[in-house]
């Protein structure tokens, strides 16, 4: 059976030359490793119960409590006052 035949073309849909390009990026992604992306840091404002990205408010200091957990005093953008608040990720 020739290789142009229907039958062929329609059980190896890809070219030699694409499947082997196809196994040549499927090696790099595989060398590159797996794509880490970074944790949402995130802060909850006490008074009003609501929580904001860490980068969206105007942070005032930062601080570390006994355990090592991160305090972070922050105005917060509704109450409009400054509240302090753990740092957690979501």
Not at 20 to 37: D, S
Request: hydrophobic share 30%; charged share 30%; proline share 7%.
């Amino acid at each position: 059976m020739s290789r142009t035949s229907s039958w062929y073309r329609f059980h190896n849909p890809m070219s030699p030359s694409a499947r082997r390009r196809g196994a040549l990026a499927r090696t790099i992604a595989a060398e590159a490793g797996p794509i880490i992306r970074e944790p949402e840091l995130r802060v909850t404002c006490p008074s009003c119960g609501d929580d904001y990205k860490n980068d969206r408010v105007k942070t005032s200091n930062i601080e570390e409590d006994i355990s090592g957990r991160d305090v972070v005093t922050f105005y917060c953008p509704f109450c409009e006052k400054e509240v302090q608040s753990f740092v957690f990720s979501k």
